[in-house]
């Protein structure tokens, strides 16, 4: 029992600090666009791609798998908008995402890889979902407005059940790092509002 309970915590742990690396990166990526209070880079400033590195890494060693895997998917999910562009890499973004998820598919394996990419779609409708009114008033059109948001909540719940189906065994506790950053993530930006 205590193997399973620590394996269990450490994938709830795993989850929350590498969902914090991809937070920093993302606001860090997005401090020109998001004008708003919520961007944890406009407040850490130089240093938030270096904590973002630094969660990752507490996150990596929690669990390697879980915490790698999602963060390919992160990247993968965060592709979409640029497909046709090409990078630095001399790939454009539909390449590089491939080349990601073939090398999370041969570290970590398919099945880990696939109930990522299920949940990481599942957060990111979420968060549009969410988002729907504040991306509405600064001209951004997400997938709650491309799809609507009945649609984009009922592809959220979709996907979130895939996950579950691809690796029950995961779902619960990565289910539950996430509820318990967010619900963290929310309490503070009301707090800050």
Same mark, same amino acid.
């Given at each position: %029992?205590?193997? #399973?309970?620590?394996?269990?915590? !450490? =994938?709830?742990? &795993?989850?929350? $600090?590498?969902?914090?690396? /991809? ?32 969660? %990752?890494?507490? #996150?990596?060693?929690?669990?390697? !798998? =879980?915490?790698? &895997?999602?963060? $390919?998917?992160?990247?993968? /999910? ?10 630095p890499s ?30 990481? =779609? ?24 491309r799809l ?46």
């Amino acid at each position: %029992m205590w193997p #399973a309970m620590f394996e269990f915590m !450490s =994938i709830t742990c &795993s989850v929350i $600090f590498c969902a914090m690396s /991809i937070k920093l990166a993302d606001d860090f990526l997005d401090q020109d666009v998001d004008r708003s209070e919520r961007n944890f880079a406009k407040k850490i400033g130089k240093g938030t791609m270096l904590y973002g590195m630094v969660s %990752m890494a507490i #996150a990596v060693s929690l669990n390697a !798998s =879980i915490s790698v &895997s999602l963060f $390919f998917a992160s990247y993968i /999910i965060g592709m979409f908008h640029d497909l046709k562009r090409y990078f630095p890499s001399h790939l454009n973004g539909i390449q590089e995402s491939l080349l990601v998820f073939i090398l999370g598919v041969f570290f970590w394996g398919w099945r880990t890889m696939l109930f990522s990419i299920f949940f990481v =779609i599942s957060i990111q409708l979420l968060d549009d979902y969410i988002d729907y009114y504040t991306d509405q008033l600064i001209g951004q059109r997400n997938w709650a407005h491309r799809l609507g948001r009945v649609e984009c909540s009922l592809l959220f719940l979709l996907n979130l059940l895939a996950a579950w189906l691809v690796c029950e065994h995961l779902f619960p506790a990565v289910f539950l790092g996430t509820v318990v950053f967010y619900s963290a993530i929310l309490y503070y930006q009301r707090g800050r509002l």
